[in-house]
């Protein structure tokens, strides 16, 4: 059964709309990504106490990412709005990132009036839609990046643009260096990950022939790797079609913990996915290795994932890589085309027809 994943054919046949294509050209979305960033008009001055990404599924990621790597790096909080409305605090002061990889997303586009009306400063990431038509109107800066692929495909494009932007504005330094490194991990990455390597070498292919069957756990580390777990999850449900759940230490040493317990024959359809990071709190370190201990034996299996890499940018992002592969080969390894996302597509229709 695991022959499929070492089957160029097989897998032609099964991804019709070319996911490991997409993921395969990560590295380069990510260096392109950052010279839309740098090439997009801004205002002559940009002053803001507070920065608000408001967004939804593939383009709210880069959002989480972004509070995540900015929580030693910038000296203004980054808030991740997944709403129709905006939080009562967004003033003039604050710099609003609408992000909608469709420009059509109907809670992003409402939220961007209500920007309009508090006067706060925005700025627009999309491939074209109504957003940018409204962004074009209203003389709002646009940041545009190429479509046709899908949203959960392109974090690069999501992500690393509002990095340039944060750069260019001065609110934060030493970006385009990171840029490059990640750019050149995650070259390394997809030579050990992508689809030529066979599975006697291929971690995210032997990764998911121990997820067969069973249920994904992820677990992540707050301030590090808490939105790459969320990220893992969220992949399995759109990728795989299966069910999958996340938490983070150590919030979770003080209540799911204790969910280890019974009943024991649905447990042994669990199988936990533990993301570690160099950048890891030395305390939660020492959790990570307890809570192992502890519950290993009661789950189907466990892995733990290091990330890789030279800077916090591409260790969040190599862990990433390692999961988008996985959630791809799990579905190929159940015959699930992982591109289509059939009951969103269900639901934008009901919602559109009311």
Not at 8 to 22: C, F, G, K, V
Not at 179 to 204: D, H, K, M, T
Not at 261 to 268: G, N, S, V
């Amino acid at each position: 059964m695991w022959d499929i994943l070492d089957n160029p054919e097989a897998i032609s046949r099964i991804d019709t709309q070319n996911m490991l294509a997409s993921l395969w050209n990560l590295p380069d979305q990510c260096s392109e990504a950052w010279k839309i960033g740098n090439s997009v008009d801004l205002p002559a001055e940009i002053k803001a106490d507070k920065i608000v990404v408001t967004g939804l599924g593939g383009s709210a990621i880069g959002g989480d990412l972004l509070r995540v790597f900015s929580t030693n790096r910038l000296a203004v909080p980054v808030f991740v709005n997944r709403h129709y409305s905006l939080p009562l605090f967004v003033d003039q002061q604050t710099l609003i990132f609408a992000v909608s990889y469709s420009g059509n997303t109907e809670e992003t586009l409402s939220a961007y009036h209500i920007a309009r009306e508090k006067k706060a400063t925005i700025i627009v990431l999309t491939t074209g839609g109504k957003l940018k038509d409204m962004a074009q109107a209203d003389k709002i800066p646009a940041v545009t990046v190429p479509g046709g692929i899908s949203p959960r495909a392109a974090t690069g494009y999501l992500f690393i643009p509002m990095l340039a932007v944060l750069e260019r504005i001065g609110l934060v330094t030493g970006i385009s260096e990171e840029v490059a490194e990640l750019v050149q991990q995650l070259r390394l990455l997809r030579n050990q990950l992508g689809p030529q390597v066979e599975l006697s070498g291929n971690l995210s292919k032997q990764l998911a022939a121990r997820l067969y069957g069973h249920i994904p756990v992820i677990w992540g580390s707050s301030g590090t790797t808490e939105v790459v777990a969320q990220r893992w999850k969220g992949q399995f449900n759109e990728n795989t079609k299966t069910p999958a759940y996340w938490n983070v230490f150590p919030e979770l040493n003080h209540n799911e913990i204790v969910g280890f317990e019974t009943p024991a024959e649905i447990l042994k359809n669990l199988f936990l996915i533990i993301l570690r990071s160099k950048d890891d709190h030395a305390r939660v370190q020492k959790r990570i290795e307890i809570t192992h201990q502890e519950i290993g034996d009661k789950v189907a299996g466990v892995a733990q994932i290091q990330s890789a890499g030279d800077t916090i940018l591409s260790r969040m992002y190599s862990l990433i890589y390692t999961g988008d592969y996985t959630s791809i080969y799990l579905a190929l390894l159940y015959g699930i085309d992982p591109g289509p996302v059939k009951v969103i597509d269900r639901l934008k229709e009901a919602l559109a027809s009311q």
